[in-house]
């Protein structure tokens, strides 16, 4: 024991993530693991609790600090079989232990990570992996778009920076108030991300038809594919719009709420 007061901090595990979600799972107090449910997601004061906690002045000394309270980071264990094989996401600025490799510092992370969460850059995961954990030399070789893309301006709309364009719908994906419309605005996203890597129409369909379980669980609960649909449905539009030479116009409301 010490005299002088510590902070203690989460200590994060992989398990804990999912994409645009930094309370996937939480722990009991009897150390069993659960998922965080809606409502508690709703609640923006609700947090998950690790298993581990670890000194503040640790992390401190540990991760190299460049003014932000949030930080970049990825499951490590993984498989090409899984419902999604690359899963990464923002998570507060804790302590992560060695299943949640994290990007310590990088001054377009956010939109990095919406790349990684795509479809598209997740099917190229899946070519990939060779076993249940998600390498560092596996990452490395992703494709990834570079920074420098997301300084153009869009395919759909020559009048916004593809970043900017990003952002704003991560705004909204950090919104839990009505899960219909994070589902609209993500698929809006993978859209997106498709139209980015340059894939045609037919390959969108032949990639989505790459995720079963995803398939499985959206006809389980709507009686349709409802995933594939939503992005089909956007994707069909950016292009109508980039034949056109006109601007995107997005169906879904994006003011935050």
């Not at 000394?61 to 899963?87: F, H, K, V």
């Amino acid at each position: 024991m010490t005299e002088a007061v510590e902070r203690m901090v989460p200590l994060y595990e992989g398990k804990m993530i999912h994409h645009y979600d930094h309370r996937w799972a939480t722990h009991e107090p009897d150390g069993s693991v659960r998922d965080v449910t809606l409502a508690e997601k709703q609640d923006p004061t609700f947090l998950a609790m690790p298993r581990y906690w670890v000194r503040e002045e640790v992390i401190a000394d540990r991760l190299p600090s460049d003014g932000r309270d949030w930080m970049l980071g990825y499951r490590w264990i993984s498989n090409a079989t899984n419902e999604r094989t690359l899963i990464a996401a923002a998570l507060p600025r804790v302590g992560a232990g060695n299943s949640l490799p994290v990007f310590a510092k990088h001054e377009h992370g956010e939109l990095v990570v919406a790349a990684m969460t795509s479809f598209v850059c997740d099917y190229v995961a899946r070519q990939k992996l060779g076993g249940q954990n998600m390498t560092f030399g596996t990452v490395y070789q992703l494709s990834i778009p570079a920074p420098s893309l997301f300084m153009e301006t869009c395919r759909w709309d020559s009048t916004v920076v593809l970043g900017e364009w990003v952002r704003e719908r991560l705004g909204v994906m950090s919104q839990w108030a009505d899960p219909a419309r994070r589902d609209q605005v993500r698929a809006e996203l993978d859209a997106g991300f498709f139209h980015i890597y340059g894939v045609r129409r037919h390959d969108v369909d032949y990639i989505m038809e790459t995720f079963p379980i995803v398939k499985r669980k959206d006809e389980a609960e709507f009686g349709s594919y409802r995933t594939k649909e939503l992005i089909l449905e956007v994707y069909d539009a950016m292009q109508a719009a980039i034949e056109a030479g006109c601007a995107y116009q997005s169906p879904f409301e994006l003011e935050q709420p």
